[in-house]
């Protein structure tokens, strides 16, 4: 077991530590976080001489405008943490969002509930409940089109026929150019492909104690794992939404593994670097 | 009861000051010179055969009464003249008259079957005060052959009340009082005159003489002013306001093609109603007017007409947005032998000043503005389907939320209370779930949903929320409500349905509502 490494060190460093290359002689990406059984990233690790990525870690903001989370359809993970991602990477703002559920996706997770909302978002929020995957992305595009909107969140479930990579790449565009995020969730949904600038896979985590009563469920909190991204190198966290912003630590049971970089649990100095 | 040819009509004319005027045509028909003195009525042709429907001041002195059977009024005054009556005929000729009365102020209004109300707000003084005013209108409407009776009065039914029952040319001044006029002054329903007469109430006087409270209780209806004494007592001394249609009338905005050729084919009709759009933008453009709702007629050669209405967020009046819009209603049209007319209406409008550039090119460059982008949300998936949550007075869950149109002002409400977490989604149904629980009113220990089972690791609860009694029925059950977290981390929202031994039913049932983020 090695000694954690602070991640800031790397991430100032202009070449990437010996250590990291892979056995094949291409560069692995420094940092990668490999947890027990997922996979290598999908991206193109970085090259020897370009610039390392920085980690990502919440309040970063700004980063990703389409951002796909894959979650399953009996827990509302994907939701919370969509919403907990938009409330950080946007606080502040005021205007409305828009929420498009397509029917399968609004009956396995349900509708949103506005007494459950997180509080800065319960009066923003417009809901389109579209028929078809084909109305939702249509409800999507238009959401991103308008400048009087902070965000898009998007619900599709399964891998429709009509959200195909042409389609994710059409969303990433309109997204870009006006500048509009968009959270996609994708309920018990299989990694297709897509054109989405960051990808998660989430899930609830164990929420931690409350204040009051040590046997009620906690504020809640989530297990993401970041295995594709286009400006940082994949990693995985549990994030929870402590009241004022979404905190990062790590997985509460990381493998040891000689390239295995990761913080410690609940240390947020490491994780934002 | 005019017939507007030769004959004049008798009619009563009423001006106000400062709020309404009141005429009212109530009237003895056709005077022409020299001819008074012959008795003469017009007829209606009813169910039970003729009646007299007005007669000339000849005719009442002979006996023949509006109302009488035309055999009755025949045997007191065997040389009556009658001629059938024209009630529409009327009615436009008020119409005409109404529109020529403006002369004595900006707006004149109806009062069928025989009265006309002009505002003479402001107006007086170019006639030489009220009693000019009045003077000269009684001089054109005698030189256009018609018996009136004017009055001037500040409210609309004050004027109405003194042109029927009041002296000459009546002039109401501060202080001068109604009580002496007749109950019928007051515009009611022969029914409510009736009771009123019953109850020994016959002037207006008198009922300050009745405290307010019993009449109230006495004449429930509310709705109809004519049914309710006090209504039209307020409104006699304008107490409270009473909207008054004038006759000028307001233009729709509307643009027309008829084609040469019927067309068939999709993408001339797009150009057609690209062209109407256009020539509509305009109109709009020359008003100030912004449509907020646009109705297209099409004409089919057959003889069948096709209508697509749309309404929009808000006020617009660009081309390339409307054209868009109705481009996705335009999928199910089946033009048949060909669409020979179209015409383009805004039949509601609202005041746009600004001029608002070109959507398509500014959607681009800027993206849409949120009313832009929420019609066309809804062209395509429907009004119902983009809502905007709102809170609700109700402690039911179910009931707690509302979904209002995206941009329909919020409501002042007092926010929900903070200390019970609610869920962040809640199912469109509560789905049954199968538990297994230590104590048939205790926490569960594990449940089956959707095939899948849970352990329930921590809780809090219950909340219990009770049915609301005054819209369920009695046997509705009370709703334990538990906040549980299993051993992935995934957080629910379940509740038990009744109480073992409540005597509402058999063991209560589990249902699994809410999730939580």
Redesign the interface.
């Known amino acids: 077991m090695t000694e954690p490494t602070p991640l800031a060190a790397f991430a100032r460093r202009r070449t990437p530590l010996p250590l990291a290359r892979g056995v094949g002689g291409g560069p692995l990406v420094p940092n990668a976080v490999y947890g027990a059984g997922s996979n290598p990233p999908l991206t193109p690790p970085a090259s020897g001489s370009g610039p390392v990525l920085p980690h990502w870690r919440p309040g970063l903001g700004g980063a990703a405008v389409h951002s796909e989370l894959f979650a399953f359809s009996g827990e509302a993970s994907g939701a919370g943490l969509a919403l907990a991602m938009a409330l950080d990477q946007a606080a502040g703002d005021e205007r409305p969002f828009l929420w498009v559920q397509d029917k399968a996706a609004l009956r396995k997770s349900g509708r949103p509930y506005r007494p459950g909302l997180p509080p800065a978002l319960r009066h923003r929020l417009i809901h389109v409940a579209a028929n078809t995957p084909e109305d939702a992305l249509f409800a999507l595009e238009e959401g991103l089109r308008c400048r009087d909107l902070s965000f898009v969140v998007g619900e599709l479930a399964g891998n429709p026929k009509g959200l195909s990579f042409t389609a994710s790449r059409r969303l990433s565009l309109v997204a870009e150019k006006h500048g509009v995020p968009l959270w996609l969730i994708r309920i018990d949904a299989a990694h297709d492909l897509s054109s989405a600038r960051m990808r998660w896979d989430v899930r609830s985590a164990a929420s931690p104690p409350p204040r009051w009563n040590a046997d009620a469920p906690g504020p809640p909190a989530w297990q993401a794992q970041l295995f594709r991204a286009r400006a940082h190198p994949p990693g995985k966290w549990i994030l929870r939404d402590d009241g004022q912003s979404l905190v990062a630590g790590a997985p509460h049971h990381e493998q040891a593994d000689p390239v295995d970089l990761v913080h410690r649990p609940g240390d947020r100095s490491l994780a934002t670097g | 009861m005019v017939a507007p040819q030769a004959r004049g009509a008798g009619h009563h004319r009423a001006a106000t000051r400062p709020g309404y005027a009141q005429p009212s045509l109530a009237a003895p028909p056709s005077k022409r010179r020299g001819e008074s003195e012959i008795p003469f009525a017009l007829l209606a042709d009813t169910v039970h055969g003729l009646r007299l429907t007005a007669t000339n001041a000849a005719a009442r002195a002979a006996g023949a009464q509006v109302g009488a059977m035309l055999t009755d009024a025949r045997a007191l005054c065997p040389q009556l003249k009658v001629a059938p009556g024209d009630p529409a005929g009327d009615l436009a000729f008020l119409e005409r008259l109404a529109l020529w009365a403006r002369r004595w102020g900006p707006w004149a209004a109806l009062d069928p079957p025989d009265g006309l109300l002009v505002d003479t707000t402001g107006v007086a003084h170019l006639f030489g005060g009220e009693a000019g005013l009045l003077e000269d209108a009684a001089r054109s409407l005698a030189a256009r052959g018609l018996s009136v009776r004017l009055a001037l009065a500040p409210t609309a039914g004050a004027a109405w009340a003194l042109s029927h029952y009041g002296p000459e040319q009546a002039i109401w001044h501060a202080g001068d009082s109604f009580d002496d006029l007749p109950i019928a002054a007051l515009r009611l329903d022969p029914a409510v005159q009736l009771v009123l007469r019953r109850l020994g109430l016959k002037r207006i006087g008198q009922l300050s003489g009745v405290a307010r409270d019993a009449l109230a209780r006495r004449f429930r209806t509310v709705r109809a002013p004519a049914a309710n004494p006090l209504v039209r007592l307020d409104q006699l001394l304008g107490r409270v306001p009473e909207p008054l249609l004038p006759v000028q009338g307001k233009p729709v905005p509307l643009a027309q093609r008829r084609l040469a050729e019927p067309i068939r084919h999709r993408s001339l009709l797009d150009r057609v109603v690209e062209d109407l759009a256009a020539d509509l933008v305009r109109s709009l453009e020359a008003q100030g007017l912004g449509a907020r709702r646009l109705e297209l007629g099409l004409w089919k050669v057959d003889g069948e007409v096709l209508v697509r209405k749309l309404e929009l967020a808000e006020a617009s009046r660009d081309g390339a947005h409307l054209v868009r819009l109705f481009a996705a209603r335009l999928d199910d049209i089946d033009a048949g032998f060909g669409i020979e007319l179209a015409r383009l209406s805004a039949p509601w409008c609202e005041p746009r000043a600004l001029s608002q550039r070109d959507f398509e090119t500014a ?1 681009e460059a ?5 009313a ?3 019609d ?2 809804s062209v ?2 429907g009004a ?8 609700h007075a109700s402690h039911w ?1 179910e009931r ?2 509302r ?1 209002l149109a ?1 941009l329909e002002p ?1 409501r002042e409400r007092q926010e ?1 209370l903070v200390f019970h ?8 149904r509560a789905e049954p779930i199968a538990v297994i629980h230590t104590h048939p009113d205790g926490l569960p220990r594990r449940f089956r ?2 095939g ?1 089972l849970h352990d329930v ?4 609860g219950p909340e219990r929320i009770a049915p609301e009694w005054w819209r369920e029925r009695g046997a509705a059950r009370l709703r334990d409500y538990y ?3 299993d051993g ?4 629910y929202w379940i509740y038990r349905q009744g109480i073992a031994g409540d005597g509402r039913g058999d063991t209560p049932d589990w249902f699994l509502q ?4």
């Open positions: 959607a800027h993206g849409t503005s949120l832009a982008c929420i066309r949300l395509r998936l119902e389907a983009v809502r905007r949550p709102e809170l869950p707690a939320q979904w995206p919020a929900s977490a609610r869920p962040l989604k809640l199912l469109d949903w959707r899948n690791l921590r809780a809090e906040r549980v977290e992935q981390g995934r957080r809410g999730l939580y983020a």
